[in-house]
């Protein structure tokens, strides 16, 4: 597609209508999720933006792209978990896989500066503490981490 747009509505109404259906009820639900994120054309693509982008999505000739971001994962680990998991199997180190098969490790952000600290016997605590989680709770991270 070689248009331009300059807003989610221009966006959807240049596909197919087929396509415009699946690209409407993204939009509502990530709408439904984050109220306050702002509607935005990144890229040539449509994007939520809420303290920086969350996610970008786009009608590709043969599939519906979605990209979320760093911030977009991190901002929605816990309902990602969930819904990933829903019909599928969580196993150990976030990772999990979906009703597709599909495999997927949830990460929050904190884990890499948890397992990043100059002092080894803190990064082995942390390391033994998610080996022993299924969905990574930070929290019990960062006390792995802290204890003495």
């Known amino acids: 597609m070689n248009s331009t747009y300059d807003n989610f509505d221009s966006y ?35 994007a939520f933006k809420y303290h920086g982008i969350l996610v970008y999505f786009a009608a590709c000739k043969n599939h519906i792209g979605f990209y979320p971001t760093a911030s977009g994962i991190a901002n929605f680990k816990d309902e990602l978990w969930e819904k990933l998991s829903e019909g599928g199997e969580k196993s150990r180190c976030g990772w999990l896989k979906d009703k597709f098969g599909l495999s997927w490790q949830i ?36 006390n792995a981490h802290d204890s003495i």
């Open 107 to 142: 990460i929050p952000k904190a884990f890499g500066e948890l397992m990043s600290a100059k002092d080894t016997i803190k990064s082995k605590r942390v390391m033994e503490a998610i080996l022993k989680m299924d969905k990574i709770i930070i929290t019990d991270l960062q």
């Open 12 to 46: 959807i109404s240049l596909q197919p209508v087929n396509i415009q259906v699946i690209l409407e009820k993204i939009r509502h639900t990530i709408n439904a999720a984050e109220p306050d994120a702002e509607e935005v054309i990144s890229y040539q693509m449509p």
